[in-house]
């Protein structure tokens, strides 16, 4: 029989280390979605008519999303740790 998961721990309920599995991919999954996202930005707001205004909404965009994607990517080393 297997053993049964506390699903906010990520840890067996009766004994054994974290799992790491679950936790990496939930990580790499967020971090390929936020690239993704990012692609989708430079090719549907390239710089076009207001090139200024459109300049300061990518850095904004690119910079909040940079500080997400590295927020995510420590929390979760930090829970594999």
């Known amino acids: 029989m297997g053993d049964t998961f506390s699903l906010t721990t990520l840890q067996p309920a009766s ?3 974290t799992l790491l599995l679950p936790q990496m991919l939930f990580s790499l999954m967020a971090i390929l979605i936020h690239c993704y996202f990012y692609i989708i930005l ?5 710089l076009e008519t207001n090139q200024t205004l459109s300049f300061w909404f990518q850095f904004l965009w690119i910079t909040i999303h940079t500080m997400q994607i590295g927020s995510i990517f420590c929390m979760h080393f930090y829970a594999w740790m």
């Not at 430079?42 to 390239?46: E, G």
């Open 15 to 17: 004994r054994g280390p």
């Open 42 to 46: 430079m090719l549907h707001y390239p």
